[in-house]
């Protein structure tokens, strides 16, 4: 019997339509070649555009709309002419908060044949995956803007660390360091914000004493960042807040290849509402309908896809596809040194994918 899922396509702005068409393409190619499993794509035109036309970045019951699918594809918001928080608060932010998407999943992975600019460091070096706090935190949206335009003016930002969103973040990092078997650092900067990241680690200490088995590490953001350049390796499994979580990435990010091969997944554990899985690239307007947009994120989050669909099997094919490609280096866009356009890159992995698995 063939499993059907509905995923809700958001296509977005700038390169966003560019490269969720070719993972929706590696979605479909998988699901054929699997003949277990089928895809149900639905388009909304949300986004900055639509904004434009509407002053909405989407519908008024656009979460009502979305609540019946079993996931969000999301492929970049974010225009000029449109603020910044515009675009994110009300449509990407708005998702993962109304639907509790408070897990962040975010490999940092060397993949075979991906460009590295620190030295000496080996692939397997680089292997990290970071768990980030998804709805609360620096980003609750917490504040006020007092005395606007007068000499006086105060703005407050609060960020908001509850016991049950820490918590759980933290739960959930320990859960899947122990079924990797592998080690947990926390991330936080208690020594400095002593409300919010003392209460980090203290929760972070709390949670360790349930899981024995599972080594742990804690360190000040600033530290860790320069560990992650000069140590990579030290990072295997690693959990902080929103906002180091988000800045720390990219960092992450620009180490194992860039952003055009960094992939994110929004979850919602208990599975009441639907996930979202997105490139975190940006829409790069700059470059937008040139069709030489890296595809590579937007396939990788494809990948996730199906591990959240309990098919880690189909994912690790794809990410196997995405490997031959960057290895064989001919087929890859110019953010890679190459000169294949964003279709070009999207059939080469297919290509890889439709090969037998010992065919070179």
């Known amino acids: 019997m063939v499993k059907e899922y509905k995923i809700a396509v958001i296509a977005g702005d700038g390169i966003g339509p560019e490269v969720i068409d070719e993972g929706i393409n590696v979605l479909n190619e998988m699901a054929k070649m699997d003949g277990e499993i089928a ?57 993962r908060k109304g639907f509790d998407q408070y897990i962040n999943i975010r490999p940092i992975t060397l993949l075979n044949g991906a460009p590295c600019p620190l030295e000496g460091v080996k692939r397997e ?39 049950k969103g820490t918590e759980r973040v933290i739960r959930y990092a320990f859960e899947e360091a122990r079924k990797m078997n592998k080690s947990l650092t926390s991330i936080s900067k208690g020594n400095a914000l002593n409300y919010s990241m003392v209460f980090w680690d203290q929760i972070f200490d709390e949670v360790s004493k349930e899981y024995p088995d599972v080594q742990t590490y804690s360190y000040l953001v600033d530290a860790a960042s320069m560990l992650m350049i000069k140590d990579p390796k030290r990072f295997e499994v690693v959990v902080t807040s929103n906002l180091f979580g988000d800045i720390l990435t990219d960092l992450g990010a620009a180490i194992a290849g860039g952003l055009g091969l960094a992939a994110g997944a929004n979850i919602n554990p208990e599975r009441d509402y639907p996930s979202m899985f997105e490139p975190i690239h940006g829409s790069a307007p700059d470059i937008a309908g040139e069709g030489i947009a890296n595809p590579l994120a937007s396939i990788w989050s494809a990948s996730q896809m199906f591990d959240y669909f309990h098919r880690p099997d189909l994912g ?45």
């Open 316 to 360: 690790a094919r794809v990410l196997k596809a995405i490997e031959d490609v960057l290895t064989e280096k001919e087929y890859v866009t110019p953010d890679l040194g190459g000169n294949a356009s964003t279709s070009e890159v999207g059939a080469r992995v297919i290509h890889y994918l439709k090969k037998e698995p010992n065919e070179s």
């Open 39 to 95: 895809f149900d794509f639905t388009y909304f035109p949300w986004g900055c555009e639509y904004y434009a036309e509407t002053g909405k970045m989407m519908d008024d019951d656009g979460m009502e709309k979305l609540k019946g699918f079993d996931a969000v594809y999301l492929g970049a918001v974010g225009f000029p002419g449109v603020p910044d928080h515009i675009s994110l608060w009300d449509l990407l932010l708005k998702i």
């Open 125 to 163: 070096e680089i292997d990290m995956l970071f768990i980030r706090e998804n709805s609360e935190g620096e980003y609750a949206g917490a504040g006020d803007w007092l005395f606007k335009g007068k000499p006086e003016e105060v703005v407050l930002q609060t960020g908001v660390f509850s016991r």
